[in-house]
């Protein structure tokens, strides 16, 4: 079940989900394809995607669970799942390039109104990262997800060139692609993450 298919349904779920997370206290941040609709172009949102610690995976599968979702721990070293009402709920510890929840992310993630639910959703930047880490030729749709956020959504500079250390040649390679296409990137941004990745001391 897709946002598309039933909005309510899976708002009610998304809902309850952050609900049962916070209420067990377990750090999180939303990210996917609902962060993308919130930053770029609105597209359709398919499962809800979530990064917790992976210290915080036990607690919130119990907490899951007691809000009546089947729970599931898919794949010990990053991935479990819990589903309701056909809606699934994707609980990750660890992304493409080995990013995962850290204390800048946290300290980054804004609090937002998403259909009447207060939710913590990635920074901007921080979904640049993602998703341009996550780019692959099989999978090219991210790498138009993080252009669709520059040209829609104000953007720390400061911070983005800071988070870029995660994936330093794939966000270089974004922002002169993105000025290729006319997209406003600042030529300074440019210029120092440059200089990061060339001529940063061996």
Do not use: C
Not at 141 to 150: Q, S, T
């Amino acid at each position: 079940l897709t946002e598309q298919d039933d909005p309510s349904r899976f708002h009610r779920v998304l809902g309850d989900a952050i609900r049962a997370l916070e209420g067990a206290a377990v750090p999180y941040v939303l990210f996917g394809s609902i962060a993308a609709s919130v930053y770029g172009k609105p597209e359709q949102s398919g499962d809800i995607d979530l990064l917790i610690e992976r210290a915080g995976v036990r607690a919130a599968l119990d907490a899951l669970s007691g809000a009546g979702f089947d729970t599931e721990e898919t794949d010990p070293t990053w991935l479990s799942k819990a589903f309701r009402d056909g809606v699934m709920v994707d609980l990750m510890t660890q992304l493409v390039g080995g990013l995962f929840l850290d204390d800048e992310m946290r300290s980054h993630a804004r609090r937002m109104d998403l259909a009447g639910n207060t939710i913590a959703v990635v920074s901007p930047e921080d979904l640049l990262v993602i998703e341009t880490a996550a780019n692959s030729p099989e999978s090219q749709a991210h790498w138009y997800v993080a252009i669709r956020i520059l040209m829609r959504t104000p953007i720390d500079w400061e911070y983005l060139l800071e988070r870029a250390r995660l994936a330093p040649r794939r966000i270089l390679s974004l922002l002169v692609y993105a000025q290729s296409e006319d997209i406003e990137v600042p030529e300074q941004a440019v210029r120092d993450l440059l200089e990061r990745v060339y001529h940063a001391p061996a």
